[in-house]
């Protein structure tokens, strides 16, 4: 059964900073596109940052040049280095990926359970 499992939001100080990380498990043949949403209250879901499955990245025009995503293939892990970070910014967080499974072989999207960034001071 494939997982996604999210870690490290909490609670920041507008100005502040927050590294967020997701590692995918389970039986994996291969993880396409990895990436972070976000869903504040009385929102739709936005895309926050991802990588495609060429490699190449997002970022929605909000978070740029203030947010880093980054990937550790080996480890099936993404992360998100929020710097820089707003009250705008609270929301909860989800991982998003394109996995296929073993013994599926079809790339199906996967998501975590979120986790909550809130920035107030």
């Known amino acids: 059964q494939v997982q996604l499992v999210e870690s490290g939001g909490g609670l920041a100080q507008p100005g502040g900073s927050l590294n967020l990380s997701c590692a995918a498990s389970?039986?994996?043949?291969?993880?396409?596109?990895m990436g972070w949403y976000r869903q504040a209250p009385g929102k739709q879901r936005e895309l926050v940052a991802t990588?495609?499955?060429?490699?190449?990245?997002n970022y929605a025009d909000s978070v740029k040049g203030r947010f880093t995503i980054s990937r550790d293939n080996a480890k099936n892990t993404v992360y998100l280095q929020m710097n820089s970070l707003k009250p705008e910014d609270t929301a909860v967080y989800l991982c998003?990926?394109?996995?296929?499974?073993?013994?599926?072989?079809?790339?199906?999207?996967?998501w975590g359970q979120g986790t909550q960034v809130t920035v107030s001071s």
């Open positions: 990588f495609t499955s060429g490699g190449s990245t």
């Open positions: 998003n990926a394109k996995i296929v499974p073993f013994g599926v072989w079809v790339s199906s999207d996967y």
């Open positions: 389970g039986k994996i043949v291969r993880v396409n596109a």
